[in-house]
Each structure stands twice: as structure tokens, then as C-alpha cells.
């Protein structure tokens, strides 16, 4: 009886740790955590320098905000604020993964944005998806939260 109290206890110990000790994993989390979360604007964060026309990216800066179900794409260039494209999101939290699914956007003709990401990281400072791509790779996208 007492051996058995022990692996029990042990095991449960364990699995808190274990489950617990990660301050980054995205297990166990719910649809509405994830969506609270990913609330308000996040800067993309690029790997080239911009504005940089040798790869179409004439802007200085793209943003994504994510409102209540709907997300725009906007870049700024010099002083000015453009909203590039609009479309929906939602969320699926799984047991041991999470989903953001993205549809509705026009300017997509590669299927580079509508698509279902996975959540890689999501925390209050970094957001990191990424996707297979229909045409084949996988794209990723990295940001940090502007407000």
C-alpha cells in the first residue's frame, strides 16, 4: 500500500515537473489564453535590411494586429500607415499543440498568409508561426509586440 502511494506520488511529482517546467512550451494551452494573447500589433521582424527593393519590400516596417477575429497586415512607409490586406483568424488549441488559422486575405497568391499556422511560441513580447506552404517549404513568421 505504502509502495504504491509512492510511485503515485512520485509520478504525479514528476509530470509537474516535466509538464510544468518549460515556461515556454505551448501544451495545455486553451483557445481563449491563446487568443488573449495574441490581442493587439505585432512588428514582423525581417531578416534583410529594409526598405530593400532587390526583394519587393519597399517599406520600412509591416505590422499585423489582431482583432477579436480579424487581422490586417499593414506596412508604413516614411510617415504613412497603409493596411495591405485584411482577413480572419482563429484559433484551435490541441493537447499538445496550437493552431492559428488564417483566411480571407486577397493578397495572397502564393498561399503565403491564408493558411493554418503552427503556434510555435506565444508569450507577451514574441510571436513565432509557422506553416507548410501549398507549393511546398515552409514559411515562418517571427514578431515582436508593438503595444
Given at each position: ?7 503515485i ?11 510544468g ?37 519597399n ?6 494586429t489582431?482583432?477579436?477575429g ?6 508604413i ?64 513568421y ?6
Amino acid at each position: 500500500m505504502n509502495t504504491a502511494r509512492i510511485i503515485i506520488s512520485a509520478t504525479l511529482i514528476a509530470c509537474v515537473f516535466l509538464f510544468g517546467s518549460c515556461e515556454n512550451n505551448q501544451w495545455f494551452k486553451s483557445e481563449k489564453d491563446l487568443n488573449n494573447k495574441i490581442q493587439g500589433s505585432w512588428k514582423r521582424q525581417f531578416f534583410t535590411p529594409l526598405p530593400n527593393p532587390d526583394y519587393g519590400l519597399n517599406f520600412n516596417e509591416e505590422y499585423w494586429t489582431f482583432v477579436e477575429g480579424d487581422v490586417y497586415r499593414m506596412h508604413i512607409k516614411g510617415g504613412n500607415t497603409d493596411t495591405i490586406d485584411e482577413g480572419t483568424y482563429s484559433i484551435d488549441a490541441k493537447w499538445f499543440s496550437s493552431y492559428l488559422k488564417m483566411e480571407g486575405f486577397t493578397n495572397d497568391t502564393a498561399g503565403l498568409f491564408n493558411n493554418k499556422f503552427t503556434i510555435v511560441e506565444l508569450n507577451r513580447d514574441v510571436l513565432l508561426i509557422a506553416a507548410d506552404v501549398p507549393k511546398g517549404g515552409i514559411q515562418q513568421y517571427e514578431f515582436s509586440r508593438k503595444n
